[in-house]
């Protein structure tokens, strides 16, 4: 067996035992790094060299954190509650919530494409935008599993199509490139107006996973209880928050916002909305480090999860096992091109789910892939469309993926969304599933 298949068997297993996916990331590595021939003094030294990676992330959503429940204090989440109470019941039962339902969908979806392109501040508006929500999700019965199946897809969607914001460092800087870089030798390039049309057929997997999980695996009623104890919104505040308390507020994000696009920070970006915040008047200034530790405490767990996430994936690339498990694969393929392009992608799956990120994936499995695809024929847009459903594959699904600490950051904030459960698993099987069929039919029909 395969180290990287092996420590990915580890991380998973542990992972639905119910072991925090922190311990099981560290345990994973090991193993990994043993099985790998790796000495234990290598692969401490390997990990350790990778922390830093997930340091920068993990700040920043400590900050972010921080100005969420910031929000939270001033009453903003009590008026949105109340005004929902009225839209609700003023309606005519289950026709004013399902479409209210759908807006909640709806929204989310724009706001996430937005926050990838033309926005591009990726999953940092999940902590600020959801926790105020969950009280209504919670009086609609809505499923959250559904809610996280739907953010998955709105951040994940626009960079594998669209080369705009993070879809230009996909598409363009790191899919294009890193093809033309393994295919120079070869005779083969490709240029960027090709990977977005490569990715449209994978992509349409995206959108069968989503339909599936809003209207079929995840449309009954669920319960939750009503409560805001991670948020803590003052629900008094909510009904007295003046005209220049709410445009204070509105600063707060757009400035928050402003900074982000500036800077390129998102710490700095979390600091100027909390500090904001903290100057308007809505609590106290002697409660400004409860209610920033409070914050930091809410997004703990996403941030160490990162951390060892960077630290897994650098000793699953000091191994060397990641070209092993390319090469080592080919020898069930045979002379079958279908059945390569099947490997290809089931082996991109591994890989991604350890590392994380699609966007790391693609410069490791670039070089290998190429030539490969172009042994058994396939043309420069089938050959894109391999290397970038490769890379998309395990990123939603992943314990240690964005796309997936992302929803839980927001929808855990009263406790009530198992990480795993209810974001790793239904995102997995909703669209790591599609992906790899409608990654093979790309793979020959293009």
Request: hydrophobic share 55%; glycine share 8%.
């Given at each position: 067996m395969n180290a990287i298949v092996l420590a990915i068997l580890v991380m998973v297993g542990l992972c639905l035992a119910r072991v925090s996916v922190v311990f099981s990331l560290v345990v994973a590595a090991l193993v990994g790094g043993w099985y790998a021939g790796m000495s234990v003094e290598e692969i401490i030294a390997a990990f350790n060299n990778g922390l830093g990676g997930g340091a920068t992330v993990a700040l920043a959503y400590a900050t972010?954190?921080?100005?969420?429940?910031?929000l939270s204090r001033t009453g903003i989440t009590g008026l949105v509650s109340q005004h929902t109470l009225k839209m609700i019941g003023g309606g005519a039962g289950n026709g004013?919530?399902?479409?209210?339902?759908?807006?909640?969908?709806?929204?989310?979806?724009?706001?996430?494409?937005?926050?990838?392109?033309?926005?591009?501040?990726?999953?940092?508006?999940?902590?600020?935008?959801?926790?105020?929500?969950?009280?209504?999700?919670?009086?609609?019965?809505?499923?959250?599993?559904a809610v996280a199946c739907v953010i998955t897809f709105s951040i994940t969607i626009m960079y594998m199509t669209t080369p705009v914001g993070f879809g230009t460092i996909f598409l363009n800087d790191i899919l294009t490139n890193n093809v033309n870089e393994a295919g120079a030798e070869l005779g083969m390039?490709?240029?960027?107006?090709?990977?977005?049309?490569?990715?449209?057929?994978?992509?349409?997997?995206?959108?069968?996973?989503?339909?599936?999980?809003?209207?079929?695996?995840?449309?009954?009623?669920?319960?939750?209880r009503h409560s805001d104890v991670a948020v803590q919104s003052r629900d008094d505040n909510a009904a007295g928050l003046s005209r220049l308390?709410?445009?204070?507020?509105?600063?707060?994000?757009?400035g928050a916002l402003t900074v982000q696009l500036t800077t390129g920070s998102m710490v700095l970006g979390g600091l100027l909305g909390f500090a904001l915040l903290s100057m308007n008047g809505?609590?106290?200034?002697?409660?400004q480090d409860d209610v920033f530790t409070q914050g930091m405490r809410l997004m703990a767990l996403i941030g160490f999860i990162m951390i060892s996430a960077s630290g897994f994936a650098s000793v699953m690339k000091a191994?060397?096992?990641?070209?092993?498990l390319v090469t080592s694969s080919t020898a069930l393929i045979g002379n079958s091109p279908a059945l390569a392009a099947l490997i290809m992608l089931l082996v991109g799956l591994f890989i991604t789910m350890g590392i994380g990120s699609s966007f790391s994936t693609v410069p490791i499995i670039a070089a290998i892939y190429v030539p490969l695809a172009l042994s058994f024929g396939f043309s420069p847009l089938a050959t894109l469309a391999l290397v970038g459903t490769a890379g998309a594959l395990g990123d939603a699904g992943s314990p240690a993926s964005d796309s997936t600490l992302g929803p839980t950051a927001g929808l855990?904030?009263?406790?009530?969304?198992?990480?795993i459960r209810d974001s790793v698993i239904p995102t997995f099987i909703h669209y790591n599933i599609p992906l790899i069929l409608f990654g093979w039919i790309a793979s020959q029909v293009l």
């Open positions: 972010l954190g921080a100005f969420a429940v910031a004013r919530l399902n479409s209210i339902k759908w807006t909640l969908f709806g929204a989310l979806i724009l706001v996430g494409a937005a926050s990838g392109t033309i926005v591009p501040v990726h999953i940092a508006f999940i902590p600020i935008l959801v926790p105020p929500l969950l009280g209504l999700m919670s009086m609609m019965q809505l499923d959250r599993r390039t490709v240029t960027a107006a090709m990977a977005p049309k490569a990715m449209l057929i994978p992509a349409a997997g995206m959108v069968l996973g989503l339909l599936v999980a809003v209207f079929y695996s995840y449309r009954t009623p669920r319960q939750y308390q709410l445009f204070v507020i509105l600063v707060a994000i757009v809505m609590f106290k200034w002697k409660e191994s060397g096992a990641i070209p092993e855990n904030a009263d406790g009530q969304h198992d990480h």
